[in-house]
């Protein structure tokens, strides 16, 4: 999912530069991706978590017993979902901030690649 369509200034002069300005942009797309999905996520899990809070209140005040508690363990089950999935995000994000760093290595013998110094997918995920 391309956000923006701006035109490369940087004309590549060798095959490989422009192997690694590709890279560089498929990096920055899939931080971009991860960064809404985790956004996404966020809201999803504060919204189960909110759910929660009014469920175990019904629960303590003996409305619809026989209701809440299977709500309680399925809203348990989700926010337990949404955890993992977070963590998956954060290794996802390490993975493409790594190979950011070495993308940066390969450009610095290549020459200048403008798709590689980008702020860390952890910082824009975190």
Do not use: W
Not at 43 to 71: K, M, N, W
């Amino acid at each position: 999912m391309r956000l923006f369509n701006l035109k490369n200034r940087y004309s590549p002069s060798t095959p490989a530069s422009r192997r690694l300005d590709d890279l560089a942009q498929m990096l920055e797309q899939v931080a971009v991706e991860i960064a809404l999905e985790r956004a996404c996520l966020k809201d999803a899990y504060d919204h189960a978590i909110a759910q929660a809070a009014f469920a175990y209140e019904a629960l303590e005040q003996g409305e619809d017993v026989d209701v809440v508690p299977s709500r309680v363990d399925a809203l348990s089950a989700a926010l337990d979902r949404h955890s993992r999935r977070f963590h998956s995000l954060k290794q996802q994000a390490d993975f493409i901030d790594e190979t950011r760093r070495r993308l940066e290595l390969l450009a610095s013998d290549e020459g200048p690649c403008p798709g590689a110094p980008h702020a860390s997918v952890s910082h824009i995920v975190n």
